[in-house]
T-cell receptor, first 111, second 118 residues
Framework: GESVGLHLPTLSVQEGDNSIINCAYS??????FIWYKQESGKGPQFIID?????DKRQGQRVTVLLNKTVKHLSLQIAATQPGDSAVYFC??????????FGTGTSLTVIP | GAVVSQHPSWVICKSGTSVKIECRSL??????MFWYRQFPKQSLMLMAT?????????EQGVEKDKFLINHASLTLSTLTVTSAHPEDSSFYIC??????????????FGPGTRLLVL
């Protein structure tokens, strides 16, 4: 299968700080990427997505950056809150294929 | 919106019995739904792609006779775990694409069904 990996399996940040979660993907043909948030015992929740013809996309308190040169994706969360504590997955879509999910990063926000 | 529901959310069954899990898209029609399996502290593993009106496409290593998928309508897909065994205990999650929202390829996930086989 394809390889979508995360650099850091766990991340702890102070409440109010910014969080950056990284993701490396291996297939240069991937044209669409999504970040999901999964809280314990729940299904993944869509956060933000980006197409390969973009290098940045912003949502509410979240920004996704895409660097196709080095096949790297990141999720930035501004002013991290305790409710942001969860596991974050990146997923890549290869045209005509399925989504492949990374291993996940567990984010813990320290009050 | 793009709401996906699953039922039941929790199921405990005896070894050898069959369990059916339903996945519904509540506010949109989904020609394609996906079934995933997730073990604790691990990522989602795609099991199969469910296509309305046709046979499901299973990923390599997934037994189609054990995990029966039926996509009966544009809003309902079911996964039946037949003759369940303790090793089938897992968190099963479905997702659906909403072609009418966002980039179209986006998958929206259900809340998951936790299966425990005794």
């Amino acid at each position: 299968g394809e390889s979508v990996g995360l650099h850091l399996p766990t991340l702890s940040v102070q409440e109010g700080d910014n969080s950056i979660i990284n993701c490396a993907y291996s297939n240069s043909a991937s044209d669409y990427f999504i970040w999901y948030k999964q809280e314990s015992g729940k299904g993944p929740q869509f956060i933000i997505d980006i197409r390969s013809n973009m290098d940045k996309r912003q949502g509410q308190r979240v920004t996704v950056l895409l660097n196709k040169t080095v096949k790297h994706l990141s999720l930035q969360i501004a002013a991290t809150q305790p409710g942001d504590s969860a596991v974050y997955f990146c997923a890549e879509n290869i045209p005509g294929n399925q989504f492949y999910f990374g291993t996940g990063t567990s984010l813990t926000v320290i009050p | 919106g793009a709401v996906v529901s699953q039922h039941p959310s929790w199921v405990i069954c005896k070894s050898g019995t069959s369990v059916k899990i339903e996945c519904r898209s509540l506010d949109f029609q989904a020609t394609t739904m996906f079934w995933y399996r997730q073990f604790p502290k691990q990522s989602l593993m795609l099991m199969a792609t469910s296509n309305e009106g046709s046979k499901a496409t299973y990923e390599q290593g997934v037994e189609k006779d054990k995990f029966l998928i039926n996509h009966a309508s544009l809003t309902l897909s079911t996964l039946t775990v037949t003759s369940a065994h303790p090793e089938d205990s897992s968190f099963y999650i479905c997702s659906a694409r909403n072609p009418g929202q966002g980039f179209g390829e986006t998958q929206y996930f259900g809340p998951g069904t936790r299966l425990l086989v005794l």
